[in-house]
C-alpha cells in the first residue's frame, strides 16, 4: 500500500451503508407486498406473492423454486399452497443462513380507518394487513441479503430466502412440508432467522407449547317441554366449565417457568375455552324460523391449553383426563369423549447457540443496547424447523410491534425496519465470513 492508499473501510460500515442506501427500495417492497392480499383462510394470491418475489430474487443470482404444498390442509386448486425458496451460493463453501418469513395475513375485521391492502406510507410508518406480520420483516430480510450480497460477492457459504404458507393456520402448507423434504435439515441449513415482529430489540428464542382438544358431553334428545325425560349435554358441560373454573384454572396459575415467555402473564400455564356448541345446528343466513323444541344431546368445547418447557404433553392431558374422569364418577349420566386435535412442544434455542451471539453483537451495534431475550407466548414456524427439521440453531428477530399483529390500522415503522435490516446484515457479514 503506498502512502497515497486510502484504506477500506471495515466491513461492518460498508453493510451498514449498504441497508441505508436502500431505504426507498425497503418502503417501496414493503408497500408492494401489503398490496398482494394473501388472506389466510382460505389462502388468496399466494402463487402472485412467490412470483413477484422470485422474479425480483431471480435477476438478483438466487436460484429460485416455487413449490406447492399438494395435499396439505386446506390445499386446493382453487387455493393452492405456494411457497418460494430462494438461495444464493457464495463463492467459498461455508454455512448456510436462512431468512423465513410467512407470506399469508389474516382476516381484515372491523375498525380500519386506513385502505387495509393499500400499504401507505405516513410519516415513518406503512399502514397495511400484515404490514407488522409480517411482511414488514420479510421486506427487511430481502434487503439485507440483496445489501449483504452485493457488498461481499466473494462471501462463503450460502443465504436463504423463504417466503411460506399458512403460518396462521399452523404452517402445515408452509414450513412443516418444507421441512419433511429436507429444506431445514441440518446438512442443508445451519442458521434460520425468522422475521417475526418481536420488536428489534429483542431475540426470541422459541415459544411455549401447545395442545388443541375438543371435549364432547352426550345426552339424550327429547322434547323441551319435558327436558326430564332427557339428559341436557349443555348441563353437563355446564359442570365441566365449573370443575375447570374452580380446579383446574387454580392450577395452572400456580405453575411457573423459567423461559423468559413476554408478556409477563404468559409466564404460567394457560388455557382458553376457544369455542363452544351445543344443541341444535344453526341455521344458515336467511332462515327466518324458530327453534325446536329439544334437548341438547351434544355439547362442544375447543380447549387451547398452553404450556410449560417444564411440563409434559402427558401431565397436561391428564389434568384434563382425570377432572373428566372425576365428572363420570360423581355425577349422574355424565359421558364424554376428548379428541386431540393439535400439539406442539415447546421449544428453546440455547443462548449461547451461534446465530443468538451472532443477532445479539449486532444489536449491539446497530442499536447501542444488548438485546433481550424473550419466548413467545404462541407458536410459529420454529415448531417446525425444531420438530422435523431437527434445527434448532433458529431463532425469532424482526422488525415490528407485536401488540399491532392482527390489529385494525396495522403498521410498521421504517426505521424499524432500517435497523433489523442492518442486524440482518451484519449477521451475515459474521456468519458467512
Not at 108 to 127: A, C, K, M, N, S
Amino acid at each position: 500500500m503506498t502512502s497515497h492508499d486510502t484504506p477500506s473501510p471495515p466491513l461492518s460500515d460498508r453493510l451498514l451503508s449498504a441497508v441505508a442506501a436502500r431505504e426507498g427500495e425497503l418502503i417501496a417492497l414493503t408497500q408492494e407486498l401489503i398490496r398482494i392480499p394473501t388472506l389466510n383462510p382460505p389462502g388468496r394470491n399466494y402463487r402472485d406473492i412467490c412470483t413477484f418475489l422470485a422474479d425480483r430474487l431471480a435477476v438478483r443470482g438466487f436460484r429460485v423454486e416455487l413449490l406447492r404444498a399438494e395435499g396439505t390442509p386446506g390445499d386446493s386448486d382453487a387455493f393452492p399452497r405456494w411457497n418460494m425458496v430462494a438461495r444464493r451460493e457464495g463463492a467459498r463453501k461455508g454455512d448456510c443462513v436462512h431468512f423465513n418469513s410467512h407470506h399469508d395475513v389474516v382476516e381484515v375485521g372491523h375498525g380500519w380507518t386506513r385502505d387495509p391492502f393499500g400499504g401507505e406510507l405516513d410519516g415513518r410508518r406503512i399502514y397495511g394487513r400484515g404490514a407488522c406480520d409480517m411482511k414488514g420483516g420479510l421486506a427487511a430480510s430481502v434487503i439485507a441479503a440483496e445489501a449483504f450480497v452485493d457488498t461481499c460477492p466473494d462471501f462463503a457459504g450460502a443465504v436463504e430466502i423463504s417466503a411460506t404458507a399458512d403460518e396462521e393456520t399452523g404452517g402445515y402448507g408452509g414450513v412443516a412440508w418444507l421441512a419433511e423434504r429436507g429444506y431445514f435439515s441440518p446438512e442443508r441449513v445451519q442458521h434460520v432467522i425468522i422475521p417475526e415482529p418481536l420488536n428489534k430489540d429483542r431475540i426470541c428464542l422459541g415459544h411455549r407449547g401447545v395442545w388443541w382438544a375438543e371435549i364432547e358431553t352426550k345426552g339424550r334428545i327429547a322434547h323441551g317441554s319435558m327436558p326430564f325425560l332427557g339428559d341436557s349435554a349443555i348441563r353437563h358441560m355446564s359442570a365441566v366449565l365449573a370443575e375447570i373454573e374452580a380446579h383446574l384454572y387454580p392450577l395452572l396459575a400456580s405453575k411457573r417457568t423459567e423461559m423468559p415467555v413476554v408478556p409477563e402473564g404468559a409466564r404460567q400455564s394457560t388455557m382458553n375455552i376457544n369455542s363452544i356448541h351445543g344443541g341444535e345446528a344453526e341455521q344458515p343466513p336467511g332462515f327466518t324460523g324458530l327453534p325446536a323444541p329439544c334437548v341438547a344431546d351434544r355439547c362442544r368445547i375447543i380447549i387451547d391449553r398452553r404450556f410449560l418447557i417444564e411440563e409434559g404433553l402427558g401431565e397436561v392431558k391428564g389434568e384434563v383426563r382425570g377432572l373428566l374422569d372425576r365428572l363420570k364418577a360423581t355425577r349422574p349420566n355424565f359421558d364424554y369423549e376428548i379428541r386431540d386435535l393439535f400439539e406442539v412442544l415447546p421449544s428453546m434455542t440455547d443462548e449461547g447457540a451461534p446465530v443468538v451471539r451472532s443477532v445479539a453483537a449486532a444489536v449491539a451495534t446497530v442499536l447501542g443496547t444488548h438485546p433481550e431475550f424473550v419466548c413467545s407466548p404462541g407458536t410459529y414456524d420454529q415448531k417446525h424447523i425444531d420438530r422435523i427439521g431437527r434445527l434448532k440453531n433458529c431463532i425469532a428477530y424482526g422488525p415490528g410491534i407485536l401488540d399491532l399483529a392482527h390489529q385494525p390500522d396495522e403498521w410498521v415503522g421504517v426505521d424499524d425496519m432500517l435497523d433489523s435490516a442492518r442486524v440482518m446484515a451484519l449477521t451475515l457479514g459474521d456468519l458467512l465470513r
